[in-house]
């Protein structure tokens, strides 16, 4: 296995792009059952997974409750083994290895959580230091490596602090710096965010996106928010219930969404889902004097209120804004405009032309009075 080694040195710079195929870790035909305990029938947690993380990749796999993600991450470092199927981390199959061979694996695999799992009684630095003084590494060596790591992260100045005196992001950037103090290459994110505000929660991201552009790191990421997908990753993987439902790449999926737990996740930002006061008096047969809702998606930067004024203007279209919500998917802008437009067939016909001219999406709702 070709692991890197705790002393090996920092590499910096822009990996270039892995070859097809070319996964760091490899889920195939994977299942997961826990079996029966105290009473309770045995629980399939995931079943027939395939999943590649390309190699210098950022691979979200989002969730609910209960989907399975922790166990899917438990499996990378072995900390769960696979009831059927293989998972391939760096190219050893880990389904069978022993334990000691799987902490070479964990070495090379670093994990950041929810709850951060610092050390209380350890200054930041110490925390930092801590995988490397297991590993048997040098003072001299662990100094060399520590200071670099709490510079990247930015907590310089914070090195001699103890958790309780810092804030969740502060925290959460020494779990990072202390994840990647064994030089691994691959990064697990167990919700890493999840425990933080969404100010904080975009600058630990965008420090995850830094770190996997400039060192070359694998990144994967599980969460139950879209919007942390939207932000960091390129690839996603939808689980419902044990299974992945949908995968693919984030833009294609998030705005082109195929299943139903796909379009939970989006909710308002997609437009999938409606506005309450909408979505109770939508109706699929129009009545006299009522108007027909539609929802029109589009990808890519575009000007709403001239596409609107211009439906207006060309064909005298009567144009109702009924909601509209614009966003960012994987640095590209996404959004949708549900419109109220007047419920006469030749007026509509003109109005999903007029849309499909200018490369938009169309999708009759239906009716509301
Ligand atoms: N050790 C175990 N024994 C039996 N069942 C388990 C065990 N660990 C997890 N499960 C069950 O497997 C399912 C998936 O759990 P898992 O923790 O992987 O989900 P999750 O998507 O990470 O959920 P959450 O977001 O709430 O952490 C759940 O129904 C859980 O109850």
Redesign the pocket.
Known sequence: MNMLSPTAPLERGVTPSPPPGDALVRFEGVRKV??P?AG?AS?V?LDHIDLSVARGSVLGVI??????????I?LVNGLEKASAGRVIVDGADITGMSERDLRGVRRAIGMVFQHFNLLSSRTAYDNVALPLEIAGVAAADIRRRVEPLLELVGLADKRDRYPAELSGGQKQRVGIARALATRPKALLSD?ATSALDPETTRSILDLLGSINTELGLTILL?T?EMSVVARIARQVAV?DA?RIVEQGDVYDVFTRPQHATTRSFLGAVSGQKLPGWLAGRLRAEARPGDQTVVRVVFRGPIATDALVSGLVKTHGVDVNILSGAVDEVAGRPFGALVLGLPADPATLTLALAWFAGHGLDAEVLGHVG
Do not use: C, M, Q, V
Not at 63 to 72: D, H, I, M, N, Q
């Open positions: 826990y079996p305990r309770n629980f947690a969730g609910r409750s209960g989907a399975g993600k922790s166990t899917l438990r919700e599980i139950h689980l044990g």
